[in-house]
């Protein structure tokens, strides 16, 4: 069974930085695109990024474009966020998600087959 554990979650400052991890385990994770989500509180789930099995495509949302980087250890099954110049926007649960392969829906939650607990980041003004 697939098992996907996210970390590093917290409460920052704007302007600060936070990095994300995800650990997985229970399948090949090298063969999967993974994708970074988040939830606000009244609002619907939004795809932050995406990285191909091989981690040579990256995917971004415009709204964390030159902000958030993307990027995978294969060799440790580990996928991770860094997050720089954090802004109370950024609010949210932030979830990590596992699909077949990464293509032009790779912003869709439904696109993806599994899904960490979450991960709270919290910043302040």
């Known amino acids: 069974q697939v098992q996907l554990v996210e970390s590093g979650g917290g409460s920052v400052q704007a302007g600060g930085s936070l990095g994300l991890s995800c650990a997985a385990s229970?399948?090949?994770?090298?063969?999967?695109?993974m994708g970074w989500f988040r939830q606000a509180p009244g609002k619907e789930r939004e795809g932050v990024a995406a990285?191909?099995?091989?981690?040579?495509?990256?995917y971004y949302a415009d709204s964390v474009k030159g902000r958030f980087t993307i990027s995978r250890d294969n060799a440790k099954k580990s996928l991770y966020l860094q997050m720089n110049s954090l802004k109370p926007e950024d609010t949210a649960m932030y979830y990590c998600?596992?699909?077949?392969?990464?293509?032009?829906?790779?912003?869709?939650?439904?696109?993806?087959?599994?899904w960490g607990q979450g991960t709270q980041v919290t910043v302040s003004s």
């Open positions: 998600a596992a699909t077949g392969f990464c293509s032009s829906s790779w912003y869709r939650s439904d696109w993806y087959n599994y």
């Open positions: 229970g399948y090949t994770f090298s063969n999967y695109c």
């Open positions: 990285i191909s099995g091989g981690g040579l495509r990256t």
